[in-house]
Every structure is written in structure tokens, then in C-alpha cells.
């Protein structure tokens, strides 16, 4: 399991839904810092991850796949 790649998708979702972490972290009651931590590709549980994915209506199962995320602004 790559975390660093699962961190950069949770950072790209969350940042597309809106969210700033400290909301992700009130949502799925989680510390700020855990979710930063997280995203810089630290690992977490499949627990965690779910709950992540639930928060930002994301499919579970796509944490894995490599997100294209444009360069271009």
C-alpha cells in the first residue's frame, strides 16, 4: 500500500470538496494534526480510511489509483 499516494488523493478530494482539514477532522472526529499527517502519507488504519471516504463521498476503493491532478493554473 502506498501512503504517500493514498495521502495525496485524501489531500485532493478533501480540497476539492471544500474542505479545510480541521473540518474533515470535526466531521470524522479526528485531530487536525492526524489528518495532516495523514496526507503526508503517514500510515492509517482501514477504519480511518473508510471514514475519510465517507466524509468526502468518495469510493473507498479508489484511494490507490494514481489521480491525475493537473499542473496547470
Same mark, same amino acid.
Given at each position: 500500500?502506498?501512503?504517500?499516494? @493514498? ?17 474533515? &477532522?470535526?466531521? @470524522?472526529?479526528? &485531530?487536525?494534526?492526524? @489528518? &495532516?499527517? @495523514?496526507?503526508s ?6 477504519t ?26
Open positions: 500500500m502506498n501512503y504517500e499516494e @493514498i495521502g495525496n488523493n485524501i489531500r485532493f478530494f478533501r480540497q476539492r470538496t471544500g474542505l479545510k482539514q480541521n473540518e474533515l &477532522s470535526d466531521i @470524522i472526529d479526528m &485531530s487536525p494534526q492526524h @489528518i &495532516s499527517h @495523514i496526507e502519507g503517514q500510515p492509517l488504519s482501514l480511518t480510511l473508510v471514514q475519510i471516504a465517507n466524509a468526502l463521498r468518495v469510493d473507498a476503493n479508489c484511494w490507490n489509483w494514481k489521480v491525475v491532478i493537473s499542473k496547470k493554473h
